[in-house]
């Protein structure tokens, strides 16, 4: 595990925040385009744009492919981007169905599973108020998509899903930064990304219209950007500190939701909002206490 210098905390939560505001502009572009293309296909798009973004900056900065290529954990860096193609799949699934708001809350379980994940992957303690705030985060979810009313919906389980996809993602993405070059991991990042999604996309494509290309360029490019500024964060602070800043999309995706869409969260979604990132808070306090 890398040493965190205390100092660079505030500027990796400073990084961090930015990433989950251009992963929530993200998320609202690609919710527009769910009624043309299908998920799978947007994040093929995405990751198109990505790669496309990666390399012209790679190639601005003159690095060579030998040196990005160069890694001691080739199979973990291909692995990486299946879970991020995993995660905002099912997320784009679910933005099919609900709100983008409630999409959010359901998949603010992320940061809960990252404390669980946490167990085998960076061979950390997880005590009885750990599960305990677990236990509590997954009922706040239950008061979001409140069984037998109207929010109820398979699509309710695809923004789980993605949680638990991301949580994976995030956990790896801190194992890597103890010994992977930024440069390395975003290139394999992109590499991946488009390769795991290439296998199935062929089995929903519909043909893209100029504006369906712009909007993989674009997103590609937002997603570039949050991804750099993802892995720098967690260069410079421990996972578990950066969790609960992840609860700052609410904000930006409940702003971007009623200015664009005209979604006003309901009440059930702020209550188990609450409830779940009350979950999460507390795991921190305990682990900055312990």
Same mark, same amino acid.
């Given at each position: 595990?890398?040493?965190?210098?205390?100092?660079?905390? #505030?500027?990796?939560?400073?990084?961090?925040?930015?990433?989950?505001?251009?992963?929530?502009?993200?998320?609202?572009?690609?919710?527009?385009?769910?009624?043309?293309?299908?998920?799978?296909?947007?994040?093929?798009?995405?990751?198109?744009?990505?790669?496309?973004?990666?390399?012209?900056?790679?190639?601005?900065?003159?690095?060579?492919?030998?040196?990005?290529?160069?890694?001691?954990?080739?199979?973990?860096?291909?692995?990486?981007?299946?879970?991020?193609?995993?995660? #905002?799949?099912?997320?784009?699934?679910?933005?099919?169905?609900?709100?983008?708001?409630?999409?959010?809350?359901?998949?603010?379980?992320?940061?809960?599973?990252?404390?669980?994940?946490?167990?085998?992957?960076?061979?950390?303690?997880?005590?009885?108020?750990?599960?305990?705030?677990?236990?509590?985060?997954?009922?706040?979810?239950?008061?979001?998509?409140?069984?037998?009313?109207?929010?109820?919906?398979?699509?309710?389980?695809?923004?789980?899903?993605?949680?638990?996809?991301?949580?994976?993602?995030?956990?790896?993405?801190?194992?890597?930064?103890?010994?992977?070059?930024?440069?390395?991991?975003?290139?394999?990042?992109?590499?991946?990304?488009?390769?795991?999604?290439?296998?199935?996309?062929?089995?929903?494509?519909?043909?893209?219209?100029?504006?369906?290309?712009?909007?993989?360029?674009?997103?590609?490019?937002?997603?570039?950007?949050?991804?750099?500024?993802?892995?720098?964060?967690?260069?410079?602070?421990?996972?578990?500190?950066?969790?609960?800043?992840?609860?700052?999309?609410?904000?930006?995706?409940?702003?971007?939701?009623?200015? #664009?869409?005209?979604? #006003?969260?309901?009440?059930?979604?702020?209550?188990?909002?609450?409830?779940?990132?009350?979950?999460?808070?507390?795991?921190?306090?305990?682990?900055?206490?312990?």
């Amino acid at each position: 595990m890398p040493e965190v210098v205390p100092g660079q905390k #505030i500027t990796g939560i400073l990084f961090f925040v930015l990433a989950i505001l251009l992963i929530s502009i993200v998320d609202t572009i690609c919710k527009i385009f769910t009624s043309e293309l299908h998920s799978l296909q947007l994040v093929w798009g995405y990751f198109l744009g990505i790669n496309l973004t990666l390399w012209t900056f790679f190639l601005v900065r003159r690095e060579t492919l030998p040196k990005l290529i160069k890694t001691d954990r080739p199979i973990v860096q291909l692995l990486r981007p299946a879970f991020l193609a995993a995660s #905002i799949t099912f997320l784009f699934l679910g933005l099919t169905y609900l709100p983008i708001a409630e999409a959010t809350a359901i998949g603010f379980t992320a940061p809960l599973f990252i404390t669980i994940l946490s167990i085998p992957i960076l061979k950390e303690r997880v005590g009885i108020n750990r599960w305990i705030a677990v236990i509590v985060g997954l009922l706040g979810v239950l008061i979001v998509v409140r069984p037998g009313g109207g929010l109820w919906h398979w699509a309710s389980l695809m923004p789980f899903l993605g949680a638990i996809f991301f949580a994976v993602f995030q956990i790896i993405t801190r194992l890597l930064s103890a010994t992977e070059k930024t440069s390395t991991t975003l290139f394999y990042t992109g590499l991946g990304g488009i390769f795991w999604t290439s296998i199935l996309v062929p089995f929903v494509w519909v043909s893209p219209s100029e504006i369906h290309w712009f909007i993989f360029l674009s997103t590609g490019l937002l997603g570039a950007i949050a991804h750099l500024c993802m892995i720098s964060a967690f260069s410079r602070s421990e996972a578990s500190l950066l969790a609960p800043y992840n609860y700052t999309k609410l904000l930006w995706v409940s702003l971007l939701g009623f200015f #664009i869409f005209n979604d #006003i969260p309901s009440l059930n979604m702020w209550l188990g909002s609450s409830v779940i990132v009350a979950a999460g808070l507390y795991v921190f306090y305990r682990e900055q206490k312990a």
